[in-house]
């Protein structure tokens, strides 16, 4: 027999309340190579990475299903901060 960790028990529900936010879970995932391909194309359209096109489009599914659950925050926002937002502490706007 093994021990579970902290991990394997918040999988089986053991989950308490104060714990810290979980690192994003890594899935291998197998597609047939057209679909990825289709799936890396429409993500280029929409300026996504692939990964992110994927995590997108299986949220939607959740969502209009749903069985997106409640407690799921949302997708983080990567790549160059919209105009007009404050530059980030140490940035210097001298040149």
Same mark, same amino acid.
Not at 5 to 20: I, K, L, Q
Not at 27 to 34: E, K, N, T, Y
Not at 45 to 54: C, F, G, M, V, W
């Given at each position: 027999? #093994?021990?579970? /960790?902290?991990?394997?028990?918040?999988?089986?529900?053991? *989950?308490?309340?104060?714990?810290?936010?979980?690192?994003? =879970?890594?899935? @291998? @995932? %197998? @597609?047939?190579? @057209? +679909?990825?391909?289709?799936?890396? *194309?429409?993500?280029? !359209?929409?300026?996504?990475? /692939?990964?992110?096109? +994927?995590?997108?489009?299986?949220?939607?599914?959740?969502?209009?299903?749903? *069985?997106?659950?409640?407690?799921?925050?949302? +997708?983080? %926002? %990567?790549? %160059?901060?919209? =105009?007009?937002?404050?530059?980030?502490?140490?940035?210097? !706007? #001298?040149?």
């Amino acid at each position: 027999m #093994s021990e579970d /960790t902290p991990e394997e028990s918040a999988a089986e529900g053991g *989950r308490s309340p104060a714990r810290r936010p979980q690192q994003r =879970k890594q899935v @291998l @995932l %197998r @597609l047939d190579p @057209l +679909i990825h391909d289709a799936l890396a *194309r429409w993500a280029g !359209d929409e300026l996504r990475s /692939t990964n992110a096109q +994927i995590e997108f489009l299986l949220r939607k599914a959740l969502g209009d299903a749903g *069985r997106l659950p409640k407690g799921a925050g949302a +997708i983080p %926002r %990567r790549g %160059r901060p919209p =105009k007009g937002e404050a530059p980030q502490a140490g940035a210097s !706007d #001298s040149g």
